[in-house]
């Protein structure tokens, strides 16, 4: 049977194998759903923007200023 293991040795084991794991993480998940797929060949290749992301984007900033314009600069 193996060994009791503590919870703080878990923990750190965790974030050790995370850590080498440059692949994973919050700011790339983000960044998947703001740009195209990677490049598995060449990962210095820059990557467009999503056009959903754009459109969004776009439509937010818009109905942004259309609010401000009409609540305020009238």
């Known amino acids: 049977m ?3 293991v503590a919870p703080r040795d878990v923990h750190a084991w965790i974030k050790e194998s995370l850590g080498q794991r440059p692949d994973i993480g919050l700011r790339n998940a ?3 759903m703001i ?3 990677r490049n598995p060949f060449d990962s ?3 990557r467009k923007p999503r056009t959903g992301f754009v459109l ?3 439509l937010f900033a818009v109905s ?3 609010f401000c314009y009409f609540n305020f600069a009238r």
């Open 2 to 4: 193996a060994p009791p």
């Open 30 to 32: 983000i960044s998947d």
């Open 35 to 37: 740009f195209e797929q």
């Open 44 to 46: 210095t290749a820059r």
């Open 56 to 58: 969004g984007t776009i």
């Open 64 to 66: 942004v200023v259309c």
